[in-house]
């Protein structure tokens, strides 16, 4: 099976590109800038260029290949780029995929997605995975959760460098998921017949609130955490006046999406509350994870993964403190 994997340099893409080459599979990238994704060439990937905004490009990427993995989504930074890239680029993707007879279209949504509607990406994901539903293409949809690698940066770096850490007066929880699971449950998917045609709920293990992220950096760091609290009507003027200007679209939109996510806390509550008392969506959730044959301990668990992240990061400093030490004795030698 020949794997066409879009968005290779991302988060989540390096990760799914490092498991297929692991298992086997033959991987060629769609990619937008050869120096930039130059890495996942000397990992043995076939790179070819193709831009979601350039519709163009994608056919000639398609030749020969059996499934498609897209794990690409438009840079925050990127004026416009959510209507280029996210809707007007994906609809062309379906389109060249359709026509290139894909065998397997593997695409990434977003949780809560229906109460998210008011925000443009959720929206946009919504009707893409309406038009990949209503497609010809065999496909599987991940609604996923938050990762642990965005967690480094918006609570373990500002701790580390006594910056603070903005939190809204509520608490959210999220099951969020390590990128290397989520790569090992897709990658699954295309051995697993049973989710072609299939929109999958992908969840972590373990609720957990920022509160909970925030302890939990603070003890690996031994630093404490600088929380600033935002209280949830400053939120709501904010993400108008930024909504108000052009420029701010993208921090508007940000903006709207804690705050969404914050007025749903309800209904995430009411969701760990049924977890608890075995309703549906317990069973929704333990099903996926059965028919994927992954069990709890092959999850890698938030605590885990931050660990390694401290340790590395300490090691790190050693090191550079001892090459500063040598450098130093050299010039006084
Ligand atoms: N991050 C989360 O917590 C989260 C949560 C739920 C769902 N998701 C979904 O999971 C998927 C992966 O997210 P991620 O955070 O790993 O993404 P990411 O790190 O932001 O990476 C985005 C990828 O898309 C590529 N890309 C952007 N514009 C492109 C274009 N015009 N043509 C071709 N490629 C383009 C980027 O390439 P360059 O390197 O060239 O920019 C990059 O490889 C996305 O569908 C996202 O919506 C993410």
Not at 21 to 38: E, M
Not at 106 to 131: A, H, R, T, W
Not at 241 to 258: H, K, M, P, V, Y
């Amino acid at each position: 099976m020949s794997l066409l994997i879009i968005g290779g340099t991302g988060t989540l893409g390096r990760q799914i590109v490092l498991q297929a080459l692991t298992k086997g599979y033959k991987v060629r990238c769609l990619v937008r800038n050869f120096r930039k994704a130059n890495f996942l060439k000397e990992w043995g990937v076939e790179l070819v260029y193709g831009d979601l905004t350039k519709p163009e490009t994608i056919p000639p990427c398609l030749k020969g290949i059996t499934a498609i993995i897209d794990a690409s989504t438009s840079r925050p930074d990127e004026l416009d780029s959510l209507k280029s890239v996210d809707w007007e680029g994906k609809l062309y993707l379906i389109e060249a995929a359709k026509r290139a007879k894909i065998e397997r279209f593997i695409f990434f949504s977003i949780q809560n997605i229906e109460q998210l509607s008011k925000i443009p990406l959720p929206k946009v994901k919504y009707i893409i995975e309406q038009k990949i539903i209503n497609s010809t293409l065999p496909y599987t949809i991940f609604r996923l959760t938050g990762f642990y690698q965005n967690l480094i940066g918006q609570y373990a770096i500002p701790i580390l460098e006594n910056l603070p850490i903005w939190v809204t007066d509520e608490n959210m929880y999220i099951a969020y998921m390590d990128t290397q699971d989520i790569a090992n449950f897709c990658l699954r998917a295309l051995q697993l017949p049973k989710t072609i045609n299939q929109l999958i709920l992908l969840d972590g293990l373990k609720f957990w609130a920022s509160s909970e992220v925030i302890k939990l950096c603070e003890q690996l760091a031994g630093q404490s955490a600088q929380v600033q609290r935002i209280p949830s009507i400053l939120l709501t003027i904010t993400t108008k006046i930024f909504g108000f200007f052009e420029w701010g679209q993208n921090i508007s939109d940000r903006l709207a999406f804690t705050q969404i996510m914050l007025n749903d806390t309800n209904s995430i509550q009411k969701f760990q509350s049924k977890l608890n008392t075995k309703e549906p969506s317990e069973i929704l959730t333990n099903e996926t994870y059965e028919i994927f044959k992954i069990e709890s301990a092959d999850i890698i668990q938030l605590e885990d993964y931050f660990l390694e992240y401290f340790i590395r990061l300490l090691k790190r400093l050693r090191d550079i403190n001892f090459e500063d030490v040598q450098k130093q004795r050299n010039l006084i030698l």
